[in-house]
């Protein structure tokens, strides 16, 4: 828990996989890398990776393409960024959806706690040794049972 990428400061929300698509690609030179030196080997896996990274830059201008074309190119690395602008049109209003949903539950949590939390989450951020403000304390049964006793 104290290293997820949804709990790591500045990462946004990610599968965890985008790292290991790189990794595919590369397969191929295993068998061309496997018996050369380590400098030679390094310089040519780094040529690889940055051919993949330059397929995929040159690949974000390619949102005007057709969705056929697009579906039909999808594995390829050049045409990975040619969903961009599909996916920028859907994710501003479910940004809008979702600030708004939490604007709306901030308001109706009192400001000292609000305060006290994120005071626990930027102690955890800076020094993961603290308590992680993210874990939980409470098993879920014993709460929903002292919760629906409650009502």
Known sequence: ???SFNLTRNVGRTDGEAPERGWSNINSQ??????????????TLDDHFNDWNWKKTVGLGMSHLSRNTIQSLIYAPM??????????????PELIERTTDFLEFERNIPPEEIASWKSQVERWENDITNPNPFEQRVKSSLFIKSFYSSI
């Open 1 to 3: 828990m104290n290293y």
């Open 30 to 43: 295993a068998t061309s890398t496997r018996e050369m030196g380590p400098g030679f080997r390094r310089d």
């Open 79 to 92: 045409f990975t960024g040619a969903l961009l602008l599909k996916k920028i049109k859907s994710a501003i």
